[in-house]
């Protein structure tokens, strides 16, 4: 999945690294998950600073399985999707088409931001 943000302000936004993610379930609460940054499936550009300018974009790209390796603990499936694009900025939460099954992994992975 691809998450995108827009500068919407007046100066340039920066950006270093990877967005925090939480994955959140109907109510709204956290589910138990496992990060990673720098996933395999896709190419990584790696942390490195970025300045968006007012009214352009930076992208990241989520990666997650539906692997059942577990038959005693549950999947874990999510709602909501919450971003953090950089610490010291607040979250902003979306809801992705169909739900996010992590499967018994509870796996997230994430790439750094980057320009599109």
Same mark, same amino acid.
């Given at each position: 999945?691809r998450?995108?943000l827009?500068?919407?302000g007046?100066?340039?936004y920066?950006l ?6 939480t994955v959140?379930d ?9 990060i990673v ?5 896709? #190419? ?6 970025? #300045?968006?300018?007012?009214? #352009? ?5 989520v990666?997650?399985?539906?692997t059942?390796?577990?038959?005693v603990?549950?999947?874990? #499936? ?6 953090t694009?950089a610490?010291?900025?607040p979250p ?13 992994t ?7 931001w980057?320009?599109?």
């Amino acid at each position: 999945m691809r998450i995108k943000l827009t500068n919407c302000g007046k100066k340039p936004y920066p950006l270093n690294g990877y967005p925090a993610l939480t994955v959140l379930d109907a109510s709204r609460k956290p589910a138990p998950i496992k990060i990673v940054q720098g996933p395999t499936e896709v #190419k990584d550009p790696g942390p490195r600073p970025l #300045k968006i300018a007012p009214g #352009k974009t930076a992208e990241a790209i989520v990666v997650w399985r539906n692997t059942v390796a577990d038959s005693v603990n549950p999947p874990v #499936k999510g709602i909501y999707l919450q971003i953090t694009p950089a610490p010291g900025h607040p979250p902003q939460t979306i809801k992705p088409a169909g739900t996010l099954d992590l499967g018994t992994t509870g796996t997230l992975k994430t790439t750094a931001w980057t320009h599109p």
